[in-house]
């Protein structure tokens, strides 16, 4: 296990259209999160699953934003009707129970123009 | 509300010298508080956490204190290195919660 995947690493896309981006956790972790980061900025939480279950979402999760972890494994954050705002470091992050902190991926940055 | 803060943006120190980046939390019910690294591209990086039954941690060339009373979280570096240069970010979890507060992060710059 090579860690946390994020898929793709860049994506530019033009206002109002949707994206997904994708989040390979590693295998062992049952839970995995979702974080924005904006430049200058530490990471803001979005959501988060345990298995499959999302059991906590941020007030910044807009309507427009949804995102799934169907079978427990990999997950999925679309964003529809993009907006300049939108903008930013998308980060997934998986752990254990217990605590011991993240591990984080990559991220995917994406540029809404 | 909760939030975590850091006291100085940015911090520059010699090869060879020790850091000490610091924090504040105001979350008096925080019971957990992780430091990370976040270098250029990269995701945060786990370094050390601390629980608050603890008052210091002590890992490789990283220690992390805790003081309660004041609500202040520090971690030191000793014999910084050039690849220690990237962001520090201090975060605490959400007592209420499950998600992971981040502050804003202290920018290390280590001059050879």
């Known amino acids: 296990d090579t860690g946390v995947s994020q898929d793709p690493r860049h994506k530019i896309t033009k206002r109002g259209q949707n994206v997904t981006f994708r989040c390979d956790p590693i295998?062992?972790?049952?839970?995995l999160y979702w974080y924005r980061q904006t430049l200058g900025q530490g990471p803001e939480f979005l959501t988060y699953?345990?298995?499959?279950?999302?059991?906590?979402k941020s007030r910044l999760l807009s309507d427009r934003f949804s995102a799934e972890r169907p079978k427990g494994s990999f997950s999925t954050l679309e964003i529809q009707r993009t907006e300049q705002g939108d903008s930013a470091m998308y980060l997934c992050?998986?752990?254990?129970?217990?605590?011991?902190?993240?591990?984080f991926g990559s991220g995917t940055r994406l540029t809404v123009v | 509300g909760e939030s975590v803060g850091l006291h100085l943006p940015t911090l520059s120190v010699q090869e060879g010298d020790n850091s000490i980046i610091n924090c504040a939390y105001s979350?008096?019910?925080?019971?957990?508080f992780i430091w990370y690294k976040q270098e250029s591209g990269k995701g945060p990086q786990f370094i050390i956490d601390i629980r608050s039954n603890m008052d210091k941690r002590q890992g490789q060339r990283v220690t992390v204190l805790l003081n309660k009373t004041v609500k202040h979280l520090s971690l030191q570096i000793a014999a910084t290195q050039p690849g220690d240069s990237a962001v520090y970010f201090c975060?605490?979890?959400?007592?209420?919660?499950?998600?992971?507060?981040f502050g804003a992060g202290t920018r290390l710059f280590v001059k050879a």
């Open positions: 699953f345990q298995n499959e279950a999302q059991l906590e």
């Open positions: 295998s062992e972790h049952n839970r």
């Open positions: 992050a998986s752990s254990l129970e217990g605590g011991g902190g993240y591990t």
């Open positions: 979350n008096s019910a925080s019971d957990y």
């Open positions: 975060a605490e979890n959400d007592p209420g919660g499950f998600k992971t507060i």
